[in-house]
């Protein structure tokens, strides 16, 4: 059976097929105020740039960071990215975005779902020491699933009901 060849695969195509699926800017709810609220209530979430750095790689956005302050001056500015899983929870992943030396923050970090910008809570306190810093999730709906799993029912049999 032959694999009809899609048109991704070949790499002339690539931009046109990533302009076609717009990447939507994370709303701000009210779940994500109150998680914001919870991890550093002197700051509120904004949007940062997406703006890909020199050499930067995914997952690495403290060595990112690092290597643009280098580079080009500026600052890292620690803090947490928000998303938002509608009808299940918000999340605050921490990670670090480059200020730069005009004082803009960027996300200089490639990204698998390529948004143009990111939803950023600055965190006024914690500075990255090297250790690993778990993410902090909010569950919007509390509800135990019915099938004794412990987990709410709308992260468990809610999304495959959905
Ligand atoms: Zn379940």
């Known amino acids: 059976m032959a694999r009809p060849k899609k048109q991704d695969e070949n790499s002339t195509h690539i931009e046109s097929a990533a302009e076609n ?9 009210k779940g994500i105020l109150k998680l914001a609220k919870q991890i550093d209530a002197t700051t ?3 949007y ?3 703006k890909l750095g020199d050499d930067c790689l995914p997952d690495c956005c403290f060595k990112n960071v690092s290597k643009m302050v280098k580079r080009h001056g500026g600052s890292a500015q620690h803090g947490w990215k928000m998303r938002e899983q509608p009808a299940a929870f ?4 921490f990670c670090a975005v480059w200020r730069r030396p005009d ?3 960027i996300d200089v970090t490639p990204r698998a779902d390529h948004p143009k910008k990111i939803l950023f809570l600055p965190d006024s306190r914690l500075v990255w020491d090297g250790s ?3 993410s902090r999730r909010l569950m919007l709906r509390e509800t ?3 099938c004794g799993s ?3 029912f709308n992260i468990c049999h809610g999304l495959a009901e959905d």
């Open 21 to 29: 699926k717009v990447p939507t800017a994370t709303p701000i709810t």
């Open 44 to 46: 509120v979430p904004a």
């Open 48 to 50: 940062v740039i997406a």
């Open 90 to 93: 918000v999340e605050g992943e």
């Open 103 to 105: 004082g803009v923050l």
């Open 132 to 134: 690993d810093v778990e």
């Open 144 to 146: 135990p699933c019915y």
């Open 150 to 152: 412990e987990m709410p």
